[in-house]
Protein backbone atom coordinates (compact mmCIF):
# COMPACT_ATOMS: atom_id res chain seq x y z
CA UNK A 1 0.00 0.00 0.00
CA UNK A 2 1.65 3.27 -0.84
CA UNK A 3 1.88 5.99 1.92
CA UNK A 4 1.51 9.58 1.73
CA UNK A 5 2.71 12.44 3.71
CA UNK A 6 0.37 15.04 4.56
CA UNK A 7 0.90 16.20 8.49
CA UNK A 8 3.60 14.65 10.99
CA UNK A 9 0.89 12.25 11.91
CA UNK A 10 1.16 10.19 9.11
CA UNK A 11 4.57 8.81 10.71
CA UNK A 12 4.82 6.67 14.04
CA UNK A 13 7.14 8.35 16.80
CA UNK A 14 9.15 4.76 16.16
CA UNK A 15 9.00 5.32 12.26
CA UNK A 16 10.26 9.10 12.62
CA UNK A 17 13.09 7.81 15.17
CA UNK A 18 14.26 5.41 12.15
CA UNK A 19 13.97 7.93 9.95
CA UNK A 20 16.32 9.88 11.90
CA UNK A 21 18.67 7.51 12.35
CA UNK A 22 18.69 7.24 8.04
CA UNK A 23 19.16 11.01 7.35
CA UNK A 24 22.18 10.85 10.02
CA UNK A 25 23.38 7.89 7.76
CA UNK A 26 22.47 9.30 4.29
CA UNK A 27 24.21 12.98 5.70
CA UNK A 28 27.11 11.29 6.86
CA UNK A 29 27.82 8.97 3.61
CA UNK A 30 26.88 12.55 1.42
CA UNK A 31 29.72 14.11 3.23
CA UNK A 32 32.22 10.86 2.54
CA UNK A 33 31.14 11.23 -1.28
CA UNK A 34 29.50 7.48 -1.32
CA UNK A 35 27.01 7.80 -4.21
CA UNK A 36 23.73 5.96 -3.07
CA UNK A 37 20.90 5.48 -6.10
CA UNK A 38 17.69 3.68 -4.83
CA UNK A 39 15.50 6.01 -7.04
CA UNK A 40 17.18 5.38 -9.96
CA UNK A 41 14.86 5.45 -12.67
CA UNK A 42 12.05 7.03 -10.86
CA UNK A 43 10.38 10.58 -11.31
CA UNK A 44 9.42 12.79 -8.58
CA UNK A 45 6.67 15.75 -10.11
CA UNK A 46 6.99 18.59 -7.70
CA UNK A 47 3.88 21.38 -7.88
CA UNK A 48 4.31 24.56 -6.82
CA UNK A 49 1.13 26.90 -6.78
CA UNK A 50 3.79 29.51 -3.76
CA UNK A 51 7.04 30.16 -3.67
CA UNK A 52 10.31 28.31 -2.58
CA UNK A 53 13.59 28.36 -2.06
CA UNK A 54 14.52 25.43 0.35
CA UNK A 55 11.96 22.89 -0.53
CA UNK A 56 11.77 23.12 -4.12
CA UNK A 57 15.96 23.01 -4.53
CA UNK A 58 16.19 20.45 -1.78
CA UNK A 59 14.16 18.01 -3.42
CA UNK A 60 15.18 18.56 -6.93
CA UNK A 61 18.55 17.63 -5.45
CA UNK A 62 17.79 14.93 -3.23
CA UNK A 63 16.02 13.38 -5.93
CA UNK A 64 18.72 13.31 -8.23
CA UNK A 65 21.38 12.15 -5.37
CA UNK A 66 19.30 9.22 -4.98
CA UNK A 67 19.35 8.62 -9.13
CA UNK A 68 16.06 9.52 -9.58
CA UNK A 69 14.60 12.60 -11.13
CA UNK A 70 12.35 15.66 -10.63
CA UNK A 71 9.83 17.48 -12.60
CA UNK A 72 9.33 21.42 -11.42
CA UNK A 73 5.71 21.79 -12.61
CA UNK A 74 4.05 25.15 -11.61
CA UNK A 75 0.34 25.30 -11.02
CA UNK A 76 -0.29 28.11 -13.73
CA UNK A 77 0.94 25.67 -16.51
CA UNK A 78 -1.18 22.58 -15.09
CA UNK A 79 -4.57 22.12 -16.71
CA UNK A 80 -5.28 21.57 -12.97
CA UNK A 81 -5.61 25.18 -12.55
CA UNK A 82 -7.96 25.74 -15.67
CA UNK A 83 -10.28 23.47 -14.18
CA UNK A 84 -8.85 19.33 -14.96
CA UNK A 85 -10.39 18.07 -11.60
CA UNK A 86 -8.25 17.23 -8.62
CA UNK A 87 -8.88 13.46 -9.45
CA UNK A 88 -8.38 13.29 -12.90
CA UNK A 89 -5.27 15.40 -12.55
CA UNK A 90 -4.27 12.75 -9.45
CA UNK A 91 -5.16 9.36 -11.86
CA UNK A 92 -3.18 10.88 -14.78
CA UNK A 93 0.04 11.69 -12.49
CA UNK A 94 -0.17 8.44 -11.28
CA UNK A 95 0.35 6.75 -14.93
CA UNK A 96 3.72 8.80 -15.45
CA UNK A 97 5.15 9.39 -11.81
CA UNK A 98 5.83 7.51 -8.84
CA UNK A 99 5.91 10.26 -6.10
CA UNK A 100 3.70 13.90 -5.95
CA UNK A 101 4.97 16.74 -4.15
CA UNK A 102 2.65 19.69 -3.65
CA UNK A 103 2.96 22.91 -2.29
CA UNK A 104 -0.35 24.92 -2.20
CA UNK A 105 -3.01 26.74 -0.24
CA UNK A 106 -5.81 24.56 0.67
CA UNK A 107 -4.62 21.11 2.65
CA UNK A 108 -7.73 20.03 1.62
CA UNK A 109 -6.72 19.68 -1.85
CA UNK A 110 -3.91 17.73 -0.88
CA UNK A 111 -6.16 15.36 0.82
CA UNK A 112 -7.85 14.73 -2.05
CA UNK A 113 -4.76 14.39 -4.45
CA UNK A 114 -3.47 11.67 -1.84
CA UNK A 115 -6.91 10.07 -1.96
CA UNK A 116 -7.29 10.11 -5.79
CA UNK A 117 -3.83 9.14 -6.39
CA UNK A 118 -1.94 5.43 -6.42
CA UNK A 119 1.78 7.11 -5.67
CA UNK A 120 2.65 8.77 -2.28
CA UNK A 121 1.71 12.31 -2.32
CA UNK A 122 4.22 14.36 -0.04
CA UNK A 123 3.24 17.77 1.70
CA UNK A 124 5.36 20.80 1.01
CA UNK A 125 3.09 23.18 2.79
CA UNK A 126 -0.33 24.26 2.48
CA UNK A 127 -2.20 27.11 4.54
CA UNK A 128 -2.31 24.70 7.64
CA UNK A 129 0.68 22.33 7.85
CA UNK A 130 4.54 22.39 6.83
CA UNK A 131 5.40 18.37 7.97
CA UNK A 132 8.90 18.12 6.26
CA UNK A 133 9.72 21.54 8.32
CA UNK A 134 9.25 20.45 11.42
CA UNK A 135 10.74 16.65 11.00
CA UNK A 136 13.87 18.15 9.73
CA UNK A 137 13.45 21.25 12.92
CA UNK A 138 13.20 17.98 15.04
CA UNK A 139 15.83 15.94 13.36
CA UNK A 140 18.10 19.13 13.54
CA UNK A 141 17.78 19.24 17.90
CA UNK A 142 18.51 15.97 17.90
CA UNK A 143 21.49 16.36 16.64
CA UNK A 144 22.13 19.15 18.22
CA UNK A 145 21.08 17.95 21.99
CA UNK A 146 21.41 14.39 21.48
CA UNK A 147 18.04 14.02 22.34
CA UNK A 148 14.11 14.78 21.70
CA UNK A 149 11.89 13.66 24.57
CA UNK A 150 11.44 16.58 27.03
CA UNK A 151 12.90 19.46 25.29
CA UNK A 152 11.38 21.96 25.73
CA UNK A 153 10.60 24.35 22.21
CA UNK A 154 9.12 28.47 22.56
CA UNK A 155 7.36 29.29 19.56
CA UNK A 156 7.09 33.14 19.45
CA UNK A 157 5.22 34.79 16.55
CA UNK A 158 2.60 33.69 14.27
CA UNK A 159 0.40 31.13 15.13
CA UNK A 160 0.41 29.69 11.15
CA UNK A 161 1.35 26.54 9.50
CA UNK A 162 4.45 25.81 11.16
CA UNK A 163 3.20 26.51 14.59
CA UNK A 164 0.47 24.01 13.60
CA UNK A 165 2.46 21.40 12.68
CA UNK A 166 4.72 22.28 15.56
CA UNK A 167 2.05 21.15 17.73
CA UNK A 168 1.33 17.82 16.14
CA UNK A 169 5.15 17.18 15.64
CA UNK A 170 5.66 17.97 18.93
CA UNK A 171 3.02 15.77 20.87
CA UNK A 172 3.86 13.16 18.45
CA UNK A 173 7.68 13.26 19.75
CA UNK A 174 6.98 13.79 23.73
CA UNK A 175 8.55 17.32 23.62
CA UNK A 176 7.47 20.25 25.65
CA UNK A 177 5.99 23.51 22.94
CA UNK A 178 5.32 27.11 24.57
CA UNK A 179 3.81 28.89 21.47
CA UNK A 180 3.82 32.45 22.14
CA UNK A 181 1.60 34.60 20.18
CA UNK A 182 -1.08 37.11 20.60
CA UNK A 183 -4.84 35.79 20.58
CA UNK A 184 -5.61 37.26 17.07
CA UNK A 185 -2.66 34.98 15.74
CA UNK A 186 -3.23 32.43 17.64
CA UNK A 187 -2.77 28.70 16.01
CA UNK A 188 -6.00 26.35 15.11
CA UNK A 189 -7.10 24.14 17.52
CA UNK A 190 -8.02 20.86 16.73
CA UNK A 191 -4.98 19.33 16.09
CA UNK A 192 -5.14 15.97 16.74
CA UNK A 193 -2.67 16.33 20.15
CA UNK A 194 -1.79 12.92 22.24
CA UNK A 195 -4.26 13.51 25.50
CA UNK A 196 -0.49 13.88 27.15
CA UNK A 197 1.03 16.18 25.10
CA UNK A 198 2.71 19.56 26.69
CA UNK A 199 2.09 22.49 24.23
CA UNK A 200 0.51 25.34 25.70
CA UNK A 201 -0.37 29.11 24.23
CA UNK A 202 0.82 31.63 26.38
CA UNK A 203 0.46 35.65 25.83
CA UNK A 204 4.40 37.02 27.02
CA UNK A 205 7.20 35.71 25.38
CA UNK A 206 9.34 35.98 28.09
CA UNK A 207 7.09 33.60 29.95
CA UNK A 208 7.61 31.45 26.75
CA UNK A 209 11.35 31.25 26.49
CA UNK A 210 11.91 30.91 30.51
CA UNK A 211 14.27 27.45 30.47
CA UNK A 212 13.48 27.21 26.58
CA UNK A 213 15.98 24.97 24.95
CA UNK A 214 15.08 26.24 21.95
CA UNK A 215 13.45 29.87 20.58
CA UNK A 216 11.97 29.31 17.05
CA UNK A 217 10.41 31.46 14.81
CA UNK A 218 8.51 31.86 11.47
CA UNK A 219 7.37 34.80 9.27
CA UNK A 220 4.65 37.01 10.39
CA UNK A 221 3.21 37.13 6.80
CA UNK A 222 2.74 33.86 5.67
CA UNK A 223 2.27 33.12 1.92
CA UNK A 224 -1.43 33.79 1.11
CA UNK A 225 -2.35 36.48 4.32
CA UNK A 226 -0.94 38.96 2.35
CA UNK A 227 -3.84 40.99 2.82
CA UNK A 228 -3.64 40.72 6.59
CA UNK A 229 -0.50 42.12 6.81
CA UNK A 230 -1.06 45.40 8.46
CA UNK A 231 -3.03 44.53 11.22
CA UNK A 232 -0.64 41.32 11.92
CA UNK A 233 2.81 43.05 12.20
CA UNK A 234 1.10 45.38 14.41
CA UNK A 235 0.06 42.76 16.55
CA UNK A 236 3.23 40.63 16.37
CA UNK A 237 5.74 43.71 17.20
CA UNK A 238 6.37 42.68 21.12
CA UNK A 239 7.08 39.07 19.46
CA UNK A 240 10.03 39.74 17.53
CA UNK A 241 12.88 37.49 18.75
CA UNK A 242 15.64 39.91 19.66
CA UNK A 243 18.58 40.08 21.84
CA UNK A 244 16.78 40.88 25.21
CA UNK A 245 14.54 38.14 24.46
CA UNK A 246 17.27 35.65 24.13
CA UNK A 247 19.03 37.05 27.13
CA UNK A 248 15.87 36.04 29.00
CA UNK A 249 16.45 32.40 27.83
CA UNK A 250 18.88 29.45 29.26
CA UNK A 251 22.28 30.77 28.71
CA UNK A 252 22.95 28.05 25.85
CA UNK A 253 19.63 28.23 24.02
CA UNK A 254 19.34 28.11 20.61
CA UNK A 255 17.61 30.15 18.12
CA UNK A 256 15.76 28.39 15.01
CA UNK A 257 13.99 30.01 11.96
CA UNK A 258 12.71 27.65 8.88
CA UNK A 259 13.34 30.78 6.67
CA UNK A 260 13.23 32.86 4.94
CA UNK A 261 13.38 35.43 7.31
CA UNK A 262 12.75 39.02 7.59
CA UNK A 263 15.58 40.59 9.40
CA UNK A 264 14.26 43.47 11.34
CA UNK A 265 10.68 42.15 11.94
CA UNK A 266 9.72 38.89 13.47
CA UNK A 267 13.60 38.39 14.31
CA UNK A 268 17.09 40.64 14.00
CA UNK A 269 20.02 40.46 11.81
CA UNK A 270 21.82 40.75 15.66
CA UNK A 271 20.07 37.23 16.54
CA UNK A 272 19.88 35.52 13.36
CA UNK A 273 24.03 36.18 12.77
CA UNK A 274 24.59 35.08 16.53
CA UNK A 275 26.02 32.10 17.45
CA UNK A 276 22.94 30.77 18.99
CA UNK A 277 21.72 30.44 15.66
CA UNK A 278 21.41 27.40 14.27
CA UNK A 279 18.89 28.56 11.42
CA UNK A 280 21.68 27.29 8.36
CA UNK A 281 22.12 23.83 9.88
CA UNK A 282 18.36 23.36 10.24
CA UNK A 283 17.96 24.44 6.20
CA UNK A 284 20.69 22.32 5.41
CA UNK A 285 18.79 18.82 7.30
CA UNK A 286 15.90 19.86 5.15
CA UNK A 287 17.86 18.00 1.82
CA UNK A 288 19.09 14.89 4.37
CA UNK A 289 15.88 14.24 6.37
CA UNK A 290 13.69 14.48 2.92
CA UNK A 291 16.43 11.84 1.02
CA UNK A 292 15.22 9.60 4.16
CA UNK A 293 11.72 10.27 3.54
CA UNK A 294 11.88 10.18 -0.14
CA UNK A 295 13.61 6.70 0.19
CA UNK A 296 10.78 5.44 2.39
CA UNK A 297 8.06 6.30 0.61
CA UNK A 298 9.18 5.74 -3.12
CA UNK A 299 11.91 2.93 -2.74
CA UNK A 300 9.33 -0.14 -1.74
CA UNK A 301 12.29 -1.85 -0.23
CA UNK A 302 12.68 0.43 2.53
CA UNK A 303 10.35 -0.48 5.76
N1 LIG B 1 11.32 26.75 4.90
C1 LIG B 1 10.85 26.56 3.67
O1 LIG B 1 9.97 25.73 3.42
O2 LIG B 1 11.45 27.34 2.73
P1 LIG B 1 10.96 27.56 1.24
O3 LIG B 1 9.68 28.34 1.29
O4 LIG B 1 12.08 28.34 0.61
O5 LIG B 1 10.75 26.23 0.57
N1 LIG C 1 4.65 30.18 7.26
C1 LIG C 1 5.43 30.41 6.06
C2 LIG C 1 6.44 29.32 5.90
C3 LIG C 1 7.37 29.52 4.73
C4 LIG C 1 8.34 28.39 4.60
C5 LIG C 1 4.50 30.49 4.87
O1 LIG C 1 3.55 29.69 4.79
O2 LIG C 1 4.71 31.35 4.01
Not at 82 to 99: N, P
Amino acid sequence: MKRDLLTVNDFSREEIHALFERSATLKEERRKGIQHLPLKGKTLGMIFNKHSTRTRISFEAGMFELGGHALFLTGDQLQLNRGETIKDSARVLSRYLHGILIRTYDHDEVIALAEHATIPVINGLTDRNHPLQILADIFTIKEKLGRIEGVKVAYVGDGNNVAYSWMMGASLMGMHLVIACPESCRPAADSNLDKNAKVEIVDDPFDAVKKADIIYTDVWISMGDEKDAAIKKKHLLPYQINQKLVDAAKKDVMVMHCLPAHREMEITAEVLDSKRSIVFDQAENRLHVQKAILEKLLSPSRP
